[in-house]
């Protein structure tokens, strides 16, 4: 007869196997990295050899779909909703929510501003619970809150309770992008991240760019029921994030070393090889145990306020555009409300273009500097379209620019961070940390758009120039830098980020 099973046996044969695919990670990287056609022998549960062979490449593609398909996908989603809110309450701006919340001069944007001081407050910690937790519960989690936020916006009545709910969404949204941010970086090797980024950024534009012809289409719901349209903007979209909420629990996948715990996701031998493939290009799969000093240690590498420093500068334009892109239609361009709602649209569903393009070119060419520099000129020229034209069609097609641009940018400079950082805590620290300069830029971005200044806007369109030649101006000092420390790596002069081998990226 069987002995009964231990209490806790369960746990610790997981653990163990946990603990085997990080710590044999770095023999399995020696076999599997070593050679362009190398093959790569598979061993069956019970340690005896297979009769078969595949080749390396084969491997990792199959590896790379699987990995693309579980977490990039839902990771768009769940980035999307971010912008999702700034859709939603920009595409609100222009229908009669202002005047039903009393909200008059300078409050619209205070509530955009108190989303954005209540999410950097959080951010830390809550991209820390993400290991803590695990990723399936904690975004599940706060997704999930997220689309309950939103729904009871329908039901406000002053903007003082608009205020008090902006709060608590940016609570919720605090963790989903530097948490994703970490998540995608603990999976990919350098040379592949900023597609992956790029993935992330075409999800959440094209979501985007849906939800403003949604909300177009419900705010012809106007009157329905005794209902304000901009009431059933929050309210439907509120109930899809709840619905999104729950489909993460069992689709968003756990950290390489513990991807067995997701479900219906890798084999075992994916999973070693998944492991293999971080220990071969920066050996940080298994991070240490925590402690504070390991997390706040980062804050004394100044290339870390260099990456948040280009985050800050540009969501100053990000969220000037994504917010205020139907005023600017409506009061800048003469476009109609509904008109300045579905225009919205377009410029985003074309930024997925240029996004997946310059991402490519990054990865197969291992380029970081040269793209953000291109996107940067690129996002200059749109606005001085914006600004400067009197013509309405050369106008709009400036928004076009601009939207590509940023949108670009951001998985430019999401690859171009993670590419030059190593170690589990670091990359928490340092996704924290950009994501909250991040929602500063948003601070600052909410305010540059004055409504007086219609229909050239001239304050955003200089402070948006000056700020992306000053991203020109920190990346040339970046490659500067990382030139020379990779010389003297080469040398044997020193070693960069505490890893052996490590070469920066630039």
């Known amino acids: 007869m069987a002995a009964p099973s231990a209490p806790g046996s369960e746990n610790q044969r997981s653990d163990n196997k946990s603990s085997k695919a990080a710590n044999d990670g770095d023999a399995t990287s020696e076999r599997i990295f070593t050679g362009e056609e190398e093959q790569v022998d598979v061993l069956n549960a019970s340690g005896n050899l297979e009769g078969f062979v595949e080749s390396r490449h084969s491997l990792e593609r199959r590896l790379r779909l699987k990995i693309d398909f579980r977490l990039c996908t839902i990771a768009g989603i769940l980035c999307s909703l971010n912008l999702l809110d700034s859709g939603v309450i920009s595409s609100a701006s222009v229908t009669s929510m202002p005047d039903d919340l009393q909200l008059t001069g300078n409050r619209f944007s205070v509530s955009i501003f108190i989303f954005t001081i209540s999410s950097i407050a959080f951010q830390l910690p809550s991209t820390l619970a993400v290991r803590t937790f695990g990723p399936r519960l904690w975004f599940s989690t706060i997704t999930f809150c997220f689309g ?27 963790g989903i992008y530097p948490g994703l941010t970490y ?9 592949e991240q900023q597609t992956r980024f790029a993935f992330l950024q075409i999800g959440e534009v094209v979501i985007l760019a849906t939800g403003g012809i949604v909300n177009y289409g419900l705010n012809q719901l106007d009157g329905k029921g005794g209902i304000a349209g901009w009431r059933y903007m929050f309210l439907v979209q509120g109930l899809i994030s709840m619905v999104i909420g729950l489909i993460t629990y069992f689709w968003i996948v756990d950290f390489p070393e513990e991807a067995h715990r997701s479900f219906w996701f890798l084999t075992s031998e994916e999973q070693d090889l998944a492991v293999a493939r971080i220990n071969a290009d920066r050996k940080d799969v298994k991070p240490d145990p925590f402690s504070w000093g390991k997390v706040f240690i980062h804050a004394r590498d100044p290339k870390v306020y260099g990456f948040a420093c280009m985050f800050f500068l540009l969501n100053l334009v990000s969220t000037a555009l994504s917010y205020f892109l139907p005023i600017i239609l409506q009061s800048g361009m003469g476009f109609d409300e509904n008109q300045s709602i579905l225009l919205s649209a377009p410029p985003y569903y074309y930024a997925a273009i240029p996004v997946l393009l310059s991402s490519m070119i990054g990865d197969r060419y291992r380029l970081r500097g040269p793209v953000i520099t291109f996107n940067c000129v690129t996002l200059i020229i749109g606005f001085c379209m914006l600004g400067f034209s009197e013509q309405v069609a050369v106008r709009y097609v400036g928004t076009y620019l601009a939207t590509g641009a940023y949108v670009s940018n951001w998985a430019a ?19 924290a940390a950009v994501t909250a300069m991040n929602g500063a830029g948003g601070i ?8 007086q200044e219609a229909p050239h806007y001239l304050t955003a369109v ?4 000056g700020s992306h030649i000053l991203i020109i ?29 490590f070469k920066y990226t630039y």
Not at 148 to 174: D, H
Not at 413 to 431: C, E, H, P, V
Not at 462 to 465: E, G, L, N, Q
């Open 148 to 174: 309950l936020i939103t729904m009871c916006t329908a039901f406000i009545q002053t903007w003082k309770q608009m205020i008090a709910l902006r709060v608590l969404l940016g609570i919720a949204m605090s």
């Open 462 to 465: 200089w402070i948006s120039i």
């Open 444 to 451: 600052a971005g909410s305010f540059i758009v004055r409504s």
């Open 183 to 191: 998540l995608i970086s603990t999976w990919y090797p350098r040379r």
């Open 473 to 501: 101006a920190i990346v040339v000092a970046f490659s500067v830098y990382f030139h020379f420390a990779n010389r003297l790596a080469a040398q044997g002069k020193i070693i960069l980020e505490g890893v052996e081998g």
């Open 413 to 431: 400079l999401s690859a171009y961070q993670a590419n030059n950082i190593a170690g589990q805590w670091k990359r928490a620290f340092t996704a």
